[in-house]
């Protein structure tokens, strides 16, 4: 089973600043078989990223993602009051496994 | 507009079994490979099973094989989860998610809005 690892487990930001999220795989990601998902509370899981780098539909371009193999990131270029929330990264290149997530804080 | 309903959430004792219900819309359901993933109170998301669209093939996540069976009514346009011999750590709100295989990469790109499971012992 692949193991994804997220860092850092929690990120303290201002609004308008550049979040850099980590997800590290235990082994390689069968052809960038990388997606990303933000989760508010008490909602559903809402697509980001797939493969690895192309944004979901009606994701604004402040996200974007990038990495290969067992490096990959996920960055929101300046952060919008709405972004404060939970991001999980995920493969689908071998069974399905999830990372353990990152939350993005007011600071 | 796709949409995924859930339904089938309820308390029940260890041991007992449940059968949990998804009820889609919007899109060609029998195109489509289906997935369950559950979240615990305060956890992460885990990835709990998968169903191709014909509904020839089903994966499981190692914690629940042999405890669960997902099964699809492509007629009826619903997918469903059996889950016998349940234990407290199966306690989570369970989403039904549609993968997306036409993108080449299979994400989970509509959800559910989940039904909640809880284990009593």
């Known amino acids: 089973e692949i193991v994804l690892t997220q860092s850092p487990g929690t990120l303290s930001l201002s609004p308008g600043e550049r979040a850099t999220l980590s997800c590290r795989a235990s082994q390689s990601v069968t052809s960038n078989y990388l997606v990303w998902y933000q989760q508010k509370p008490g909602q559903a899981p809402r697509l980001l990223i797939y493969?690895?780098?192309s944004r979901a539909t009606g994701i604004p371009d402040r996200f974007s993602g990038s990495g290969s193999g067992t490096d990959f990131t996920l960055t929101i270029s300046r952060l919008e009051p709405e972004d404060f929330a939970m991001y999980y990264c995920q493969q689908s290149g071998s069974s399905r496994t999830f990372g353990q997530g990152t939350k993005v804080e007011v600071k | 507009e796709v949409q995924l309903v859930e339904s089938g959430g309820d308390l029940v004792q260890a041991g007992g079994s449940l059968r949990l219900s998804c009820a889609a819309s919007?899109?060609?359901?029998?195109?489509?490979?289906m997935n369950w993933v559950r979240q615990a109170p305060g956890k992460g998301l885990a990835w709990v099973s998968y169903i191709s669209g014909s509904g020839a093939t089903m994966e499981y996540a190692d914690s629940v094989k042999g405890r669960f069976t997902i099964s699809r009514d492509n007629a009826k346009n619903s997918l469903f989860l059996l889950m016998n011999s349940l234990r407290d750590e199966d306690t989570a709100v369970y989403y039904c998610?549609?993968?997306?295989?036409?993108?080449?990469?299979?994400?989970?790109?509509?959800w559910g809005q989940g039904a909640l499971v809880t284990v009593s012992s």
């Open positions: 998610a549609r993968a997306n295989f036409y993108s080449g990469y299979g994400e989970f790109d509509y």
């Open positions: 919007g899109f060609t359901f029998r195109s489509y490979a």
């Open positions: 493969g690895a780098s």
